[in-house]
């Protein structure tokens, strides 16, 4: 199993433009999350979906939209990146919602 | 909004030390609190998870404890090494999980050789 994938690693936008950070999940779980790490604010939860799709948002989803289609698969896609958006993004999964949390390697995004 | 708290930010001991990470969390209706290890520049690996309905966890060196009515959770790592470096963090679920995870901002370890 390759557990939770994300891609790309990096990225670097410039203000404005729109991209979409990809996860992947291997292991049939049903519970997916995106976080974003802050220096100084720790993770904190953007949006997540306890099921294909069903989504819902986290404690800081302006600017981000999220969908469902697959139980594998749980894209971020950034409409208009703003500077505010420089962060370190990461994919979780759990079989159900209330389990164990499986971690991403993380896409670090830079918006100039 | 639930909060969590961990003590002290940052921790430096010898190699071969018992040491103890404290993490305190605000929900009385906490669902279950999860310990991760991040590595710098790397993600999260889940190191253990204590459901609301138990009081311990142990893997290997690591024992986690859960304090529901004090609010409070502990890390224990017995006869620390120097590939315990790294920084600790706590979260909990609320809400029945569905809510995703609140964590803490974590404890800097650095083991001394």
């Known amino acids: 199993n390759a557990g939770v ?10 203000t404005g433009q729109s991209m979409t950070l990809q996860c992947a999940q291997d292991m049939n779980h049903e519970y997916m999350s995106w976080y ?10 953007i949006h997540y979906s306890v099921g294909a799709g069903i989504t819902d948002q986290g404690e ?26 420089t962060s ?7 079989g159900v919602a209330g389990l164990e ?12 | 909004k639930q909060e969590v708290t961990q003590i002290p930010a940052a921790l430096s001991v010898p190699e071969g030390e018992n040491l103890v990470l404290n993490c305190s ?13 991040q590595d ?22 690591l024992n986690a404890s859960l304090d529901k009515s004090s609010g ?30 609140t964590f803490g901002k974590g404890t800097h370890l650095i083991i001394q050789p």
């Open chain 1, 36 to 45: 974003r790490q802050d220096p100084g604010m720790g993770l904190r939860l």
């Open chain 1, 60 to 85: 800081v989803p302006n600017g981000y939209n999220v969908s469902r289609s697959t139980t594998e698969d749980f894209p971020l896609r950034l409409l208009s990146a703003a500077p505010s958006q």
């Open chain 1, 88 to 94: 370190v993004y990461f994919c979780a999964s759990s």
């Open chain 2, 25 to 37: 969390f605000t929900d009385s209706a906490i669902y279950n609190l999860q310990w991760f290890r």
């Open chain 2, 72 to 101: 409070r959770s502990t890390l224990y790592i017995a006869a620390s090494q120097p590939g315990d470096s790294a920084t600790y963090l706590c979260a909990e679920h609320s809400g029945g999980g569905a809510d995703g995870l």
């Open chain 1, 5 to 14: 994938t994300q891609t790309p690693k990096f990225q670097v936008l410039k």
């Open chain 1, 101 to 112: 949390q499986f971690f991403g390697p993380g896409t670090r995004l830079t918006v100039l």
């Open chain 2, 40 to 61: 710098p520049g790397k993600g999260l690996t889940s190191l253990l998870l204590i459901q609301s309905s138990q009081r311990e966890q142990t893997s290997g060196r």
